[in-house]
């Protein structure tokens, strides 16, 4: 499913909303600390978006499904844009 959003992912989030994403995928431990530190080391937006899907994608179904449950939460409209609701 995130394959398939992956570069209107990339092209559509905004930093704030990544921000907040990644807090909350930590906080539910979808991502480790050393994972989110990875993604916080990036310059570049489309880079840090592209480290955090990649990433969640990797970890299978379920941490795919939280993603796009907490991606709704924090912007719907970009939800709605990918599809993923």
């Known amino acids: 499913m995130l394959l398939n959003v992956r570069s209107c992912f990339i092209d559509g ?3 704030p909303v ?3 994403l990644l807090d909350k995928l930590l906080e539910k431990k979808v991502i480790t600390d050393a994972e989110r530190e990875e993604a916080d080391a990036m310059q570049n937006r489309s880079n840090r978006a592209r480290c955090v ?3 969640v994608r990797k ?3 379920a941490a795919s499904s939280q993603m796009i449950e907490f991606l709704s939460e924090l912007d719907l409209l970009l939800c709605e844009h990918l599809g993923l609701v």
């Open 13 to 15: 989030i905004s930093p």
């Open 59 to 61: 970890k299978g179904e």
């Open 18 to 20: 990544l921000n907040s």
């Open 53 to 55: 899907i990649d990433t």
